[in-house]
């Protein structure tokens, strides 16, 4: 048996995924840009693809972009707007994902864009009248605050974030990789200008992705080129990747109290047997914290030990595929900059384990004792 606890990393894709997109390799192999026959059946799919995504999202199909991803995507919103607008201020949070703060820091250096960053606490949570404060008196701002957290699980309150970027007249992005086809996200509710999705969070398949962005926010394309994506993205469009994008959303929203019921039982369950089993467990951010926290995602806390330099090595060698990362950078561990941040105990090690419909709770028990007999040998 080999157990895949990563799903946040990527997700298997789903053979109904698949069987959409087939043939879209082999018989449609139309260019949609083509004016003949073999081009416009393929247009028309893909148009049918965002009418798909964007009746899911409760929005106009005018407002979807697909991009060539997640990191794209959020490149596009933050890069273009700043550019678009000639916007100089921008807040974020040390928490956001490298596709985010990567790309702030290079507006930064290259543009001369202010960057300022809310404040949070050691589990994670945002300071929302620190945000507050930072819009104040400010000139025309781009907040870009994610939905939750790839690596400690947390839900950041959008609804409330966007009300905020309202009252300051703000433009405000999310990074919504990790909820899309998970949560249910309506556009009509939420104050957000711009928001992304990437396929293969969600059972569809990678390289694919796409941008919502606000029918009233126009920004300038990333990537120049032809007219496709009416003049927002140049480029012959990935058809099948959209395909299956815009399937694998049907699905996740077709089948998504069953498997949040399901997954979150697994997290439930591994938190428990994690406690049962070991001494000096905890977890990290607001991972244990009901719906403070993806039901996805659970970030263990471990005890001091030597085997934390090598505990996604020995995790694998025991048919374990996890992430995650200490605090720390050092020998076989990356180092991750979000529990550096949480000033988490750079002696203590960490784990991520990442959920889907496809693990099963005998996965999860076998995970939980594995790890527990490594650390009771280690630590014995
Ligand atoms: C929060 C978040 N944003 C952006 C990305 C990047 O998405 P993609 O892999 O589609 O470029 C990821 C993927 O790990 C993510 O977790």
């Not at 992005?173 to 949560?183: A, F, I, L």
Request: charged share 25%; with cysteine; glycine share 8%.
């Amino acid at each position: 048996m080999r157990v895949y606890l990563d799903n946040a990393a990527t997700t298997p894709l789903d053979k109904e995924v698949f069987d959409a997109m087939a043939p879209f390799m082999l018989e449609h192999f139309g260019n949609p840009s083509s004016i003949h026959s073999h081009g416009r059946e393929v247009r028309s799919a893909i148009e049918k693809a965002r009418r798909t995504v964007a009746g899911l999202l409760n929005t106009s199909p005018a407002e979807i972009f697909f991009t060539s991803g997640g990191t794209e995507a959020d490149n596009a919103a933050i890069r273009c707007t700043c550019r678009t607008y000639g916007i100089k201020h921008a807040i974020s949070s040390k928490l956001e994902h490298h596709a985010v703060l990567h790309t702030m820091e290079l507006l930064e250096k290259e543009e001369g864009v202010q960057i300022a960053y809310v404040r949070h606490d050691e589990r994670g949570s945002l300071d929302l009248e620190h945000l507050e404060e930072l819009l104040a008196n400010q000139p025309k701002t781009l907040v870009s605050i994610m939905h939750a957290n790839n690596e400690i699980g947390n839900i950041n309150d959008i609804e409330a974030i966007g009300e905020i970027c309202r009252k300051y007249d703000a433009v405000f992005h999310s990074d919504t990789v990790q909820t899309m086809g998970h949560y249910k996200h309506d556009l009509q509710q939420l104050n957000t200008n711009f928001i992304v999705g990437s396929a293969h969070k969600f059972h569809g398949p990678k390289g694919v992705g796409f941008l919502y962005c606000d029918a009233n926010v126009k920004i300038q394309p990333l990537i120049q080129g032809g007219a496709q994506e009416r003049n927002m993205r140049g480029g012959t469009e990935n058809v099948y990747g959209i395909i299956g994008l815009a399937k694998a959303l049907e699905i996740a929203y077709r089948d998504m109290d069953e498997h949040h019921k399901h997954i979150q039982g697994l997290k439930d369950r591994m938190a428990q047997k994690l406690k049962e089993q070991m001494e000096d467990v905890s977890f990290n951010g607001l991972s244990e914290f009901g719906d403070k926290s993806l039901y996805t995602v659970l970030n263990v806390s471990l005890p001091a030990s030597d085997i934390n330099e090598m505990l996604l090595f020995s995790l694998d060698i025991n048919k374990i595929s996890a992430s995650g990362g200490s605090a720390c950078s050092s020998g076989a561990n990356a180092g991750s900059h979000v529990l550096r941040s949480l000033d988490v105990d750079p002696a203590r090690g960490s784990v991520r384990f990442s959920f889907s419909k496809y693990n099963t709770p005998e996965e999860i028990d076998y995970v939980a004792t594995t790890l527990a007999k490594l650390y009771k040998k280690e630590l014995a």
